[in-house]
């Protein structure tokens, strides 16, 4: 589009909103240091809780940390 995304936020393609996620919210091989594991395993009643008001089951975040610890390949 030529277009300068606002915030430097671009979501026009799957690839480009998962890098964003990445950038800001995975460390690779580093669940530990991850914004994105440390949401995911909060408290119920914590409002930083991803997803809001409804936590993974405890299957599904031992996929999210394995991915991190794998390096989060695309």
């Known amino acids: 589009s030529g ?3 606002a915030g430097d936020l671009r979501l026009e393609t799957e690839a480009a909103s ?3 996620l990445m950038a800001d919210y995975v460390v ?3 669940p530990a240091a991850s914004e ?7 408290d119920i009643d914590d409002d930083a809780l ?6 993974l ?3 599904k975040v031992a996929l ?3 991915w991190v610890e794998a390096g989060a390949p695309e």
């Open 64 to 66: 999210v940390v394995d």
């Open 36 to 42: 994105l594991v440390s949401r995911i395993v909060l």
């Open 18 to 20: 998962f890098r964003t």
């Open 3 to 5: 277009q300068a995304a």
């Open 50 to 55: 991803m997803p809001p008001g409804a936590p």
């Open 28 to 30: 690779p091989d580093d």
């Open 57 to 59: 089951a405890a299957t």
